[in-house]
Protein backbone atom coordinates (compact mmCIF):
# COMPACT_ATOMS: atom_id res chain seq x y z
CA UNK A 1 0.00 0.00 0.00
CA UNK A 2 1.15 3.44 -0.86
CA UNK A 3 2.59 5.34 1.96
CA UNK A 4 2.57 8.97 2.67
CA UNK A 5 5.17 11.04 4.90
CA UNK A 6 3.40 14.34 5.78
CA UNK A 7 3.17 17.50 8.24
CA UNK A 8 -0.01 18.93 8.78
CA UNK A 9 0.12 22.23 6.50
CA UNK A 10 3.15 21.58 4.98
CA UNK A 11 3.89 21.53 1.46
CA UNK A 12 3.01 17.65 1.54
CA UNK A 13 -0.26 18.91 1.49
CA UNK A 14 -0.44 19.01 -2.04
CA UNK A 15 0.72 15.13 -2.29
CA UNK A 16 -1.84 13.99 0.31
CA UNK A 17 -5.00 15.99 -1.68
CA UNK A 18 -3.08 13.94 -4.77
CA UNK A 19 -3.51 11.05 -3.49
CA UNK A 20 -7.59 11.46 -1.64
CA UNK A 21 -8.60 12.56 -5.72
CA UNK A 22 -7.04 9.69 -7.18
CA UNK A 23 -9.03 7.43 -4.46
CA UNK A 24 -5.68 5.77 -4.47
CA UNK A 25 -5.40 3.50 -0.92
CA UNK A 26 -3.11 4.98 0.80
CA UNK A 27 -2.10 5.47 4.43
CA UNK A 28 -0.55 9.09 6.09
CA UNK A 29 1.76 9.28 8.21
CA UNK A 30 2.47 12.65 10.25
CA UNK A 31 5.92 14.10 10.67
CA UNK A 32 6.33 16.37 13.27
CA UNK A 33 9.27 19.23 11.79
CA UNK A 34 8.70 20.94 14.87
CA UNK A 35 10.48 18.16 17.23
CA UNK A 36 12.63 17.32 14.26
CA UNK A 37 11.36 14.28 13.16
CA UNK A 38 12.63 14.52 9.78
CA UNK A 39 16.32 14.30 11.14
CA UNK A 40 15.82 11.46 12.84
CA UNK A 41 17.74 8.45 11.75
CA UNK A 42 14.20 5.98 11.35
CA UNK A 43 12.92 9.56 8.90
CA UNK A 44 16.59 9.93 7.29
CA UNK A 45 16.50 5.93 6.18
CA UNK A 46 13.17 6.59 4.27
CA UNK A 47 14.44 10.12 2.96
CA UNK A 48 18.27 11.25 3.33
CA UNK A 49 17.02 14.65 2.33
CA UNK A 50 15.20 15.29 6.09
CA UNK A 51 11.96 16.70 4.18
CA UNK A 52 8.52 16.17 3.76
CA UNK A 53 6.69 14.71 1.60
CA UNK A 54 8.32 11.02 0.67
CA UNK A 55 5.92 8.40 -1.05
CA UNK A 56 6.82 5.03 -0.32
CA UNK A 57 5.56 3.07 -3.04
CA UNK A 58 5.89 -0.95 -3.38
CA UNK A 59 9.36 -0.07 -6.13
CA UNK A 60 10.83 2.55 -3.18
CA UNK A 61 10.59 6.08 -2.48
CA UNK A 62 9.22 8.85 -4.13
CA UNK A 63 10.23 12.23 -2.95
CA UNK A 64 9.18 16.07 -4.06
CA UNK A 65 5.70 17.31 -4.51
CA UNK A 66 6.19 17.80 -8.41
CA UNK A 67 7.34 14.02 -8.48
CA UNK A 68 4.98 12.12 -6.09
CA UNK A 69 1.63 14.43 -8.03
CA UNK A 70 2.61 13.17 -11.67
CA UNK A 71 3.53 9.32 -9.95
CA UNK A 72 -0.10 9.41 -8.86
CA UNK A 73 -2.00 11.09 -12.06
CA UNK A 74 0.34 8.49 -14.58
CA UNK A 75 -0.86 5.71 -12.37
CA UNK A 76 -4.11 6.68 -12.22
CA UNK A 77 -4.89 8.52 -15.95
CA UNK A 78 -9.08 7.03 -15.47
CA UNK A 79 -9.21 9.80 -12.98
CA UNK A 80 -7.94 12.91 -15.18
CA UNK A 81 -5.54 14.31 -12.50
CA UNK A 82 -3.30 15.69 -15.17
CA UNK A 83 -3.06 15.77 -18.91
CA UNK A 84 -1.32 12.59 -19.25
CA UNK A 85 -2.43 11.33 -22.58
CA UNK A 86 -0.49 15.20 -24.17
CA UNK A 87 2.81 15.38 -23.98
CA UNK A 88 3.22 19.12 -24.24
CA UNK A 89 0.57 19.98 -21.52
CA UNK A 90 2.17 16.84 -19.72
CA UNK A 91 5.23 18.88 -19.86
CA UNK A 92 3.30 22.41 -18.98
CA UNK A 93 1.85 20.38 -15.88
CA UNK A 94 5.41 19.58 -14.85
CA UNK A 95 6.79 22.73 -15.74
CA UNK A 96 4.55 24.55 -13.40
CA UNK A 97 4.77 22.27 -10.53
CA UNK A 98 8.56 22.59 -10.93
CA UNK A 99 8.51 26.38 -10.67
CA UNK A 100 6.56 25.97 -7.53
CA UNK A 101 9.03 23.72 -5.92
CA UNK A 102 12.00 25.79 -6.81
CA UNK A 103 10.61 29.11 -6.95
CA UNK A 104 7.43 30.01 -5.17
CA UNK A 105 7.84 27.40 -2.10
CA UNK A 106 11.77 28.78 -1.52
CA UNK A 107 10.63 32.43 -1.56
CA UNK A 108 8.07 32.24 0.50
CA UNK A 109 10.11 29.62 3.15
CA UNK A 110 12.36 31.92 3.37
CA UNK A 111 9.69 34.85 4.31
CA UNK A 112 7.11 32.81 6.78
CA UNK A 113 9.42 30.06 8.08
CA UNK A 114 12.96 31.79 8.74
CA UNK A 115 14.17 31.86 12.14
CA UNK A 116 15.02 34.10 13.41
CA UNK A 117 12.61 35.93 11.51
CA UNK A 118 13.51 38.24 8.98
CA UNK A 119 13.13 42.03 10.03
CA UNK A 120 13.72 45.83 8.03
CA UNK A 121 15.17 45.42 4.56
CA UNK A 122 15.57 41.96 4.61
CA UNK A 123 12.24 41.29 5.09
CA UNK A 124 10.94 43.75 2.38
CA UNK A 125 13.10 42.29 0.11
CA UNK A 126 11.82 38.75 0.91
CA UNK A 127 7.87 40.34 0.72
CA UNK A 128 8.81 41.87 -2.78
CA UNK A 129 9.59 38.70 -4.70
CA UNK A 130 7.11 36.63 -2.83
CA UNK A 131 4.43 39.26 -4.17
CA UNK A 132 6.42 39.06 -7.65
CA UNK A 133 6.21 35.55 -7.72
CA UNK A 134 3.05 35.35 -7.08
CA UNK A 135 1.90 38.20 -10.29
CA UNK A 136 2.90 35.76 -12.12
CA UNK A 137 0.12 32.62 -11.51
CA UNK A 138 -2.69 35.63 -11.13
CA UNK A 139 -1.50 36.38 -14.60
CA UNK A 140 -1.43 33.24 -15.76
CA UNK A 141 -4.75 32.42 -13.99
CA UNK A 142 -6.48 34.57 -16.23
CA UNK A 143 -6.81 31.83 -19.01
CA UNK A 144 -9.18 29.47 -16.70
CA UNK A 145 -10.25 28.51 -13.26
CA UNK A 146 -7.96 26.26 -12.72
CA UNK A 147 -3.95 25.85 -13.89
CA UNK A 148 -4.62 24.14 -16.62
CA UNK A 149 -7.26 25.93 -18.29
CA UNK A 150 -10.69 24.33 -18.02
CA UNK A 151 -9.87 21.55 -15.72
CA UNK A 152 -8.88 20.99 -11.79
CA UNK A 153 -5.79 19.06 -12.20
CA UNK A 154 -2.96 18.22 -9.19
CA UNK A 155 -1.76 21.42 -9.97
CA UNK A 156 -4.51 23.25 -8.47
CA UNK A 157 -3.97 21.18 -4.85
CA UNK A 158 -0.14 22.34 -4.92
CA UNK A 159 -0.94 25.98 -5.57
CA UNK A 160 -3.42 26.14 -2.94
CA UNK A 161 -0.84 25.17 -0.36
CA UNK A 162 1.05 28.41 -0.86
CA UNK A 163 -2.00 30.33 -1.44
CA UNK A 164 -3.25 29.04 2.33
CA UNK A 165 0.33 30.76 3.71
CA UNK A 166 -0.40 33.32 1.66
CA UNK A 167 -4.04 34.37 2.70
CA UNK A 168 -2.75 33.48 6.59
CA UNK A 169 0.18 35.90 6.05
CA UNK A 170 -2.27 38.63 4.80
CA UNK A 171 -0.41 38.48 1.41
CA UNK A 172 -3.29 37.87 -0.54
CA UNK A 173 -4.80 40.81 -0.93
CA UNK A 174 -8.07 40.62 -2.84
CA UNK A 175 -7.78 43.57 -5.40
CA UNK A 176 -4.10 42.66 -6.19
CA UNK A 177 -4.61 38.65 -6.75
CA UNK A 178 -8.82 38.51 -7.28
CA UNK A 179 -7.50 35.12 -9.16
CA UNK A 180 -5.57 33.18 -6.69
CA UNK A 181 -8.32 34.20 -4.14
CA UNK A 182 -11.02 32.61 -6.18
CA UNK A 183 -8.84 29.39 -6.81
CA UNK A 184 -8.18 29.29 -3.28
CA UNK A 185 -11.76 29.54 -2.24
CA UNK A 186 -12.96 27.18 -5.25
CA UNK A 187 -9.90 24.34 -4.40
CA UNK A 188 -10.79 24.54 -0.66
CA UNK A 189 -14.36 23.49 -1.42
CA UNK A 190 -13.48 20.35 -3.04
CA UNK A 191 -14.77 17.54 -0.84
CA UNK A 192 -10.95 15.66 -1.32
CA UNK A 193 -9.35 18.89 0.16
CA UNK A 194 -11.80 19.30 2.46
CA UNK A 195 -10.86 15.22 4.02
CA UNK A 196 -7.47 16.07 3.49
CA UNK A 197 -8.04 19.23 5.45
CA UNK A 198 -10.02 17.48 8.24
CA UNK A 199 -7.32 14.81 8.11
CA UNK A 200 -4.47 16.95 8.74
CA UNK A 201 -6.41 18.93 11.59
CA UNK A 202 -7.13 22.08 9.86
CA UNK A 203 -9.82 24.05 8.39
CA UNK A 204 -10.10 26.78 5.50
CA UNK A 205 -8.79 29.66 5.87
N1 LIG B 1 10.62 20.91 -3.12
C1 LIG B 1 10.34 19.97 -2.04
C2 LIG B 1 10.32 20.75 -0.73
C3 LIG B 1 10.22 19.86 0.48
C4 LIG B 1 10.31 20.71 1.75
O1 LIG B 1 11.13 21.63 1.86
N2 LIG B 1 9.46 20.38 2.76
C5 LIG B 1 9.44 21.11 4.00
C6 LIG B 1 8.03 21.35 4.48
S1 LIG B 1 7.12 22.47 3.43
C7 LIG B 1 10.16 20.34 5.07
O2 LIG B 1 9.92 19.17 5.24
N3 LIG B 1 11.04 21.01 5.85
C8 LIG B 1 11.71 20.42 6.94
C9 LIG B 1 13.08 20.97 7.16
O3 LIG B 1 13.55 21.75 6.31
O4 LIG B 1 13.68 20.63 8.17
C10 LIG B 1 9.02 19.26 -2.33
O5 LIG B 1 8.17 19.80 -3.02
O6 LIG B 1 8.84 18.11 -1.92
Redesign the pocket.
Known amino acids: MLKLYY ?1 PG ?3 M ?2 HIALEESGATYEATP ?1 D ?1 KT ?1 E ?2 TPDYLAINP ?6 LQTERGVI ?6 LTFIAQTRPQQNLAPVGDPFRMARFNAFNGW ?3 SL ?2 AM ?1 RLL ?1 SRPALEGEARGEAVDLVLTRMQLIEDRLLDGPWVMGDAYTLADG ?1 LM ?1 FERWARAADLLDSARFPGLNAHLDRTQERAAVQRVLAAEGLEAV
Not at 63 to 68: K, P, V
Open positions: SACAASILGQRAGVTPATQNAAILGSHPGFYV
